[in-house]
Structure formats: C-alpha cells, structure tokens
C-alpha cells in the first residue's frame, strides 16, 4: 500500500535512566493511550555506494544513496550526492539486482554502511506513525519518529494541526516550526521521495555522530 499524505519525521532523545528499547516501549504506551492501533511492522533501509575515484576528474568520489521503504514495496530510491542537487531516482526493484553488476562503478560495505530505522507501525484516524529503532553496523544509533497525516498533502495547510498530534505523545521534543527539508516546500504537494529525502538526511546525521565519537 502506497501512503501519500504530508510527512515528517524526528529525533527522540533517549529518556534519562532508559535504554532505546525501553524508550520505545514507552511512546508506544504513550501513542496506544491515545486509541493508535498497531497495524504491522516497518523498515525503511539505506545502503551507501562508493563511485571509483579513478572514474572521475580529480579522484574525485561520488556517493550513492539506495533507499527502500516497506510503504512502497515496489520501488527502489536512489539518491546522488556530491552535486548542486540531489534529484531522487524511482526505479523497480530490479536496480538491487543491476547494483551488483556496477560493482566497478560503484562499491559498498555492507557491514559499514547499511542504517535502517525498523519498528511497530500505527494507525489512528487519518494518522499513521513510525517508531523506529535506528541501527547500523548492527548497533542500535537512535529513535525516528515519522507522522504521517493521510489527509493533507500541502504541508503548510496541515502542520499546525500535525504538531498538536505530535505533541500530544512525543511533549515539548516537537519543534513547532516545520522541518528544515520541508520549510522550502510548504505550499508544495508533498510526495513519498520528499519522505525518502528526509530519512537520508536523518541516516546521516547518525553517521556523522558515530564518526565524531
């Protein structure tokens, strides 16, 4: 089943005194308060490439994002980077199968570079929402918390009132201005590559706290 609606996605901190799993299990006794059902699990997963530095001018080297998210089955995401923009690849599923035959072109270390964000999925109403245990290298990094609002697709037309939702399970850790990613995009119909979008930038927000520790 293919979710469209307005999205957005956040960081929990940890509670003080509490693991990760031991935090998660307190959202979801938080968010099921509220009337949300669990309506299965889900996983959105990341694996980063690594272009040959010898094919570029420079030795420069390209980094290839491939995304998947449980909502859209079907699709594989590819994300660029190292250029102006960032334009986001929809292919089937056969770009995994084509992946190991670039080998070549690009690279990738399983164990280092795969990050997921995998948890209970919930629905309430037009809301559907994600806790997801962060884990890379097999070590768990972090919470990610999606909310999806299934009747608005224009961010700035719903915000206020998906903030409120947020409010009412994750408390004063909701930011009441709209996301970085998404302040650009307002008054934009909002699509499931902006999600992807967000997903990565989070991904690497977590890389880079395990590079600096």
Not at 57 to 73: A, D, I, K, M, Y
Not at 93 to 98: E, G, M
Not at 105 to 134: A, C, H, P, W
Request: charge should be neutral; hydrophobic fraction near 40%.
């Amino acid at each position: 089943m293919i979710i469209m609606g307005f999205s957005t996605l956040q960081t929990f901190p940890l509670i003080e005194g509490l693991t990760g799993p031991q935090t998660l299990d307190v959202l979801h006794k938080r968010i099921t308060a509220l009337g949300a059902r669990v309506s299965g699990q889900f996983v959105v997963d990341c694996e980063t490439y690594f272009s040959a530095p010898s094919l570029l001018p420079g030795n420069s080297q390209r980094v290839l994002n491939v995304l998947h998210n449980t909502e859209e089955p079907a699709s594989v995401f590819a994300i660029l980077e190292g250029g102006a923009k960032q334009p986001v690849l929809v292919a089937d599923t056969l770009l995994d199968a084509l992946l190991p035959k670039m080998a070549v072109l690009y690279t990738s270390n399983k164990k280092q570079t795969r990050i997921e964000s995998k948890g209970n999925r919930y629905e309430m109403g037009d809301f559907v929402v994600k806790l997801g245990s962060v884990t890379m290298s097999g070590s768990f990094k972090g919470i990610l918390v999606e909310v999806c609002y299934l009747a608005c697709v224009v961010p700035a037309l719903c915000w206020e009132m998906v903030w409120e939702f947020m409010q009412s399970f994750l408390g004063s850790t909701v930011p009441s201005t709209l996301p970085p990613y998404i302040q650009s995009r307002q008054n934009a119909t909002f699509s499931p590559t902006d999600t992807i979008q967000m997903y990565l930038e989070k991904f690497n927000e977590f890389r880079k706290q395990t590079v600096a520790r």
